[in-house]
């Protein structure tokens, strides 16, 4: 079970995070978490690889494996340097790599070889069909070895050239509309090695709804990453957002401005997608406006729950504009928002240049309970704020602005 095999004795040699007479016992929570010799790992870049403590014995012997994801339209390639593991050893088959060996597992890990002994010469290259590889290396606990190491790159799929995907756009209404994947019906798969993107702004002083109930795209994440096809999300401060799998999917933004891409490889096709957007005003509190400020005015914002507790979520934006010629200051900002990571979950934006995309070389991102003065001064007469809200632990906003 797992994918494990019959070693020596004609007992289940097992892979990486499983045990048992049969391998049926998953011992951590993820199938690639870090065993506890640390060698298993998720590599998604160009670099070096090699068998950790090779000159060492390890009493308990040693089971890793490397995940290798490469980018979109490129696959693996291993360039050895050195390989020198345990030699094979006779078994019914003929010899077999018993004590010590490696294996790389694609799309179908019961048909993979395995390398032992002096099988790869320094220089050899190992050029993979799919974007992702698993390498397995297996140690008897009762030897040693000098190991290996190769060099990882990504190249060229000549398998995968992308071409436009041909999904479809349409609408319901000024602020609703509908994304599909090429010639969707729910039963007809989209075309492989094929790219889609659009690019969207709503109306200004609205926020986006987005929602797919019927989504089936590529393989499910693994440990939270989309290993094949995915759906990606381009949204606030250059941030993105990747969705794969069929799982129902739903994403929520201050501002409607953001743009959509879809990519496919050859491998995994599926019946795709029909995502709806909705582009509006926070229906419940009013929260996104549109403010126009005189000359010399001084101007008091605050969020709707900066003096009351909101239980529900919340996604605003203001859009404050001056006379043309003159500049907005903000003399005082008061925060109360929730600190968290990278400012992920609840946030406060500020943009003194007027795009709604807030990108992070004009932008700055809040996260904090605190009080500044004189905290920023536009470039433009537009100055946006946007804030968002995912539980009780924030308690909003409150800015005085000028337009000087």
Same mark, same amino acid.
């Given at each position: 079970?797992?994918?494990?095999?019959?070693?020596?004795?004609?007992?289940?040699?097992?892979?990486?995070?499983?045990?048992? &007479?049969?391998?049926?016992?998953?011992?951590?929570?993820?199938?690639?978490?870090?065993?506890?010799?640390? @060698?298993?790992?998720?590599?998604?870049?160009?670099?070096?690889?090699?068998?950790?403590?090779?000159?060492?014995?390890?009493? *308990?012997?040693?089971?890793?494996?490397?995940?290798? #994801?490469?980018?979109?339209?490129?696959?693996?390639?291993?360039?050895?340097?050195?390989?020198?593991?345990?030699?094979?050893?006779? !078994?019914?088959?003929? *010899?077999?790599?018993?004590?010590?060996?490696?294996?790389?597992?694609?799309?179908?890990?019961?048909?993979?070889?395995?390398?032992?002994?002096?099988?790869?010469?320094?220089? +050899?290259?190992?050029?993979?069909?799919?974007?992702?590889?698993?390498?397995?290396?297996?140690?008897?606990?009762?030897?040693?070895?000098?190991?290996?190491?190769?060099?990882?790159?990504?190249?060229? &799929?000549?398998?995968? %050239?992308?071409?436009?995907?041909? @999904?479809?756009?349409?609408?319901?209404?000024?602020?609703?509309?509908?994304?599909?994947?090429?010639?969707?019906?729910?039963?007809?798969?989209?075309?492989? !090695?094929?790219?889609?993107?659009?690019?969207?702004?709503?109306?200004?002083?609205?926020?986006?709804?987005?929602?797919?109930?019927?989504?089936?795209?590529?393989?499910?994440?693994?440990?939270?990453? !989309?290993? *094949?096809?995915?759906?990606?999300?381009?949204?606030?401060?250059?941030?993105?957002?990747?969705?794969?799998?069929?799982?129902?999917?739903?994403?929520?933004?201050?501002?409607?401005?953001?743009?959509?891409?879809?990519?496919?490889?050859?491998?995994?096709?599926?019946?795709?997608?029909?995502?709806?957007?909705?582009?509006?005003?926070?229906?419940?509190?009013?929260?996104?406006?549109?403010?126009?400020?005189?000359?010399?005015?001084?101007?008091?914002?605050?969020?709707? &729950?900066?003096? /009351?507790?909101?239980?529900?979520?919340?996604?605003?934006?203001?859009?404050?504009?001056?006379?043309?010629? /003159?500049?907005?200051?903000? +003399?005082?900002?008061?925060?109360?928002?929730?600190?968290?990571?990278?400012?992920?979950?609840?946030?406060?934006?500020?943009?003194? *240049?007027?795009?709604?995309?807030?990108?992070?070389?004009?932008?700055? %991102? #809040?996260?904090?309970?605190?009080?500044?003065?004189?905290?920023?001064?536009? +470039?433009?007469?537009?100055?946006?704020?946007?804030?968002?809200?995912?539980?009780?632990?924030?308690?909003?906003?409150?800015?005085?602005?000028?337009?000087?």
């Amino acid at each position: 079970m797992n994918d494990g095999y019959t070693g020596a004795n004609c007992s289940c040699v097992c892979p990486p995070n499983f045990s048992g &007479d049969n391998c049926e016992n998953q011992i951590r929570e993820s199938y690639y978490a870090p065993p506890t010799d640390g @060698c298993t790992e998720r590599v998604t870049t160009e670099k070096n690889l090699f068998a950790p403590n090779m000159s060492a014995d390890v009493s *308990d012997g040693l089971q890793c494996a490397i995940e290798i #994801i490469a980018p979109q339209g490129l696959k693996p390639r291993l360039t050895f340097h050195t390989f020198n593991l345990q030699p094979r050893k006779t !078994c019914s088959e003929g *010899d077999c790599c018993y004590d010590e060996n490696l294996q790389f597992r694609e799309n179908y890990p019961e048909s993979s070889t395995a390398y032992c002994g002096t099988d790869i010469s320094s220089g +050899n290259e190992l050029t993979f069909d799919s974007q992702r590889v698993v390498i397995y290396h297996f140690r008897d606990s009762s030897v040693t070895t000098c190991g290996w190491s190769a060099a990882l790159t990504f190249v060229s &799929d000549p398998n995968c %050239i992308p071409t436009e995907g041909g @999904c479809t756009l349409g609408f319901n209404d000024i602020s609703t509309y509908n994304w599909k994947s090429a010639g969707f019906d729910g039963t007809t798969e989209y075309p492989i !090695c094929s790219t889609c993107t659009q690019d969207m702004t709503g109306m200004p002083n609205t926020m986006l709804y987005l929602t797919s109930e019927s989504f089936n795209v590529g393989t499910p994440p693994v440990d939270g990453e !989309c290993t *094949d096809d995915y759906i990606q999300i381009n949204h606030l401060y250059g941030r993105s957002e990747k969705f794969c799998g069929s799982e129902p999917i739903y994403f929520t933004s201050p501002s409607s401005s953001f743009s959509l891409e879809f990519h496919s490889n050859y491998i995994t096709p599926a019946t795709g997608f029909d995502i709806t957007m909705t582009m509006a005003s926070y229906c419940a509190i009013d929260c996104h406006q549109e403010i126009q400020l005189m000359s010399g005015e001084t101007y008091t914002i605050e969020s709707p &729950d900066f003096k /009351k507790k909101i239980f529900t979520n919340l996604n605003c934006e203001y859009n404050f504009i001056a006379p043309e010629g /003159k500049q907005i200051k903000i +003399n005082k900002l008061i925060t109360k928002v929730k600190v968290n990571t990278e400012c992920t979950s609840d946030f406060l934006l500020v943009n003194g *240049d007027g795009d709604r995309r807030y990108p992070m070389d004009t932008s700055t %991102i #809040i996260c904090d309970y605190d009080t500044r003065i004189d905290h920023l001064t536009t +470039n433009t007469n537009n100055l946006l704020v946007a804030y968002q809200k995912t539980g009780l632990d924030s308690r909003g906003f409150k800015m005085v602005i000028r337009a000087t």
